[in-house]
């Protein structure tokens, strides 16, 4: 296995243990891809969530960009629920993990086939 399937591994175990969801191992994949060389650096492979600045280019940069969606308060209202599903304790949020709950969350998987 490449280091890219380690890394889907401990997204998809991540998915299990602490986000309580069978992932779909599929498209979790295609996130992962998606995500590009940032899975790799030890400061972009994971989301500051207490970072408002952080939360607003994943909004801005995946979620309008990236998915399409429309800009609007539920943005940030998914993003809540991803940072509530993954636990607000839970210090490493992985970016691709993070990603994938926004797609799920959005129901926003066709952006990924």
């Not at 629920?81 to 839970?90: F, L, M, N, Q, R």
Request: glycine share 8%; proline share 4%; with cysteine.
């Amino acid at each position: 296995m490449g280091k890219r399937d380690d890394l889907i591994a401990k997204y998809a175990d991540d998915l299990k243990t602490k986000c309580k969801m069978t992932p779909d191992m599929a498209l979790l994949t295609k996130v992962t891809i998606g995500c590009g060389p940032a899975i790799y650096d030890n400061d972009a492979e994971t989301v500051a969530a207490s970072d408002a600045a952080e939360l607003e280019r994943v909004q801005k940069n995946f979620l309008v960009k990236k998915l399409g969606l429309p800009a609007g308060p539920k943005l940030m209202q998914g993003i809540e629920a991803a940072i509530d599903t993954y636990g607000k304790s839970e210090r490493n949020k992985y970016r691709a993990v993070f990603y994938y709950l926004l797609v799920k969350h959005f129901g926003k998987e066709s952006a990924y086939k």
